[in-house]
């Protein structure tokens, strides 16, 4: 399967706690992109990486977020001190150059309890 | 400032009829970019289609058309024939076209449920 993979699929946490997640886009894309999914809502952008350079970061990425991408290849999302309202999707996906379809992988599902 | 609308927020149809979904935008950017993904239970996004803003050609692709109107900002995605397969969460999207980020901006989302 050469499609984007995430790790893990589901992940239960207790309050306080720090989680990670992974990311492997497809090969030769050198655009990669972390989203967040609530509950009945759209997919909300949270960063953006070109090769291991973060671009650009959302609003809604708090101080408790972090992400990175060594080398340009997968890239991990760091959330430290987990809250309830965290709890949601992550979504990643990888594109080509600018205007490649954006190709998404199946999420992670994050509980907070 | 970027945003999508899609007022519906569920449809529940029967199998053969035909279904609209609407979505309405706005930007203000003058390129930009309009895609439809559809999401199953499974939750992946699954990439339907990727419109410039500077070709307002209809397309149609199977079951599927797409009517872009930019005097409206709407880009409307029609089902012809539904099938219980096409039951899922479909989302329209904007993204602008700049050198360097292919940021999407997603509508809250239509689910779609096709009765047998």
């Known amino acids: 399967d050469t499609g984007v993979s995430q790790d893990p699929r589901h992940k239960i946490t207790k309050r306080g706690q720090n989680v990670t997640f992974r990311c492997d886009p497809i090969?030769?894309?050198?655009?990669l992109y972390w989203y967040r999914q609530t509950l009945g809502q759209g997919p909300e952008f949270l960063t953006y990486?070109?090769?291991?350079?973060?671009?650009?970061k959302s609003r809604l990425l708090s101080d408790r977020f972090s992400a990175e991408r060594p080398k340009g290849s997968f890239s991990t999302l760091e959330i430290q001190r987990t809250e309830q309202g965290d709890s949601a999707m992550y979504l990643c996906?990888?594109?080509?150059?600018?205007?490649?379809?954006?190709?998404f992988g199946q999420g992670t599902r994050l509980t907070v309890v | 400032a970027q945003k999508v609308t899609q007022a519906q927020t569920e449809i529940s149809v029967v199998e053969k009829e035909d279904v609209t979904l609407d979505c309405v935008y706005e930007?203000?950017?003058?390129?930009?970019?309009l895609f439809w993904y559809k999401q199953p239970p499974s939750g992946e996004l699954v990439f339907l289609i990727r419109?410039?803003?500077?070709?307002?050609q209809n397309e149609i692709s199977g079951r599927y058309s797409w009517n872009f109107q930019k005097s409206t900002s709407s880009f409307n995605f029609t089902i012809t024939a539904s099938q219980v397969v096409d039951s899922a969460v479909y989302f329209c999207a904007l993204s602008p076209i700049i050198q360097g980020a292919q940021k999407l901006v997603f509508g809250q989302g239509t689910r779609l449920t096709i009765n047998p």
């Open positions: 419109r410039n803003s500077f070709d307002e």
């Open positions: 996906a990888s594109s080509l150059d600018v205007g490649g379809r954006a190709f």
């Open positions: 090969s030769e894309h050198n655009r």
């Open positions: 990486f070109q090769n291991e350079a973060q671009l650009e």
């Open positions: 930007t203000r950017d003058t390129t930009y970019y």
